[in-house]
């Protein structure tokens, strides 16, 4: 477990995971309440059962998760790792005319290997664990499980779940960290607190008058939190001086005093990170 991380680094780690489950309507609840009370070890415990979950949804709360761990040193070559990811992208590639009305299924298996071989090669390991985590609930779907019903591709299909599997298991030990810059620490966990709650609050503070209101709010949240972690301060402030106007914008559609009491405060927490960026 990585105690010497920031706790406030720590927080938005968990934060990061958060955001995920939430997004996907996962299970939030454990996220929520370390998120509160973030500890190395409690990150650590979490991630484990969560990376242990037949979900999809599920590991890649884990995946974000894993931002907030010690690293690991990578023990495998990317570039011979690619290459095997190609080759399973060509085999299931002429696997599909075979697939009958699995195809689509296969399609997307297929996609999510190819598009993990590119985020390797890239360097954006989040991207390639979460890309070979839904390869491997593509590689599951009940119709591919029932091609393995037929003789003539029982064995090939099984031979294909297993090399998927072991994909995920490799990529897992590529090592990801959270790299923020100390001062943007503080505006980072403002801005994603609100965010937060904003996203947990959603449904209750939608707009009859413009139901896509609130979730324009948090995509340029999410948005100008990326930005500021990759140290595109500009980026940023364009975001977040969006965000102020679309709060206006909503504070104009209601009138219900403990709805406008949440959204005012958040809007004060903006502004102040956004004049301390």
Known sequence: MNSDLEPRALRIAVGLALESAILSRAE???LA???SDPDPRGVWELH???MGSEDHRDRE????????LEPAPIKSDPTAFVRELREMEYVLFAFISRAGGTQREVNDWMNY?????QFITDGFWIDAKIMLSRALQASRAPPVEELKSE???????????????SYFDEVKGYPV?????????DAILT???SMLEIMRSRMRLEAPEEPELIQGIIHRLSSSLRHLMEEKAEEARRELGTVTRQIADWLDLTEDAEKRDLVEGHGRSIREALDSI
């Open 28 to 30: 939030t609840e454990d």
């Open 61 to 68: 709360a884990a995946i974000w998760l894993e931002t907030g």
């Open 113 to 117: 290997i190819a598009n993990a071989a």
């Open 33 to 35: 309440s370390l998120y």
């Open 151 to 165: 003789p003539g591709l029982s064995y090939e299909v099984g031979v294909f779940q297993g090399a998927t599997i």
């Open 191 to 193: 801005l994603q607190r």
């Open 48 to 50: 484990d059962r969560l």
């Open 177 to 185: 960290t959270l790299r923020i810059p100390e001062e943007r620490l």
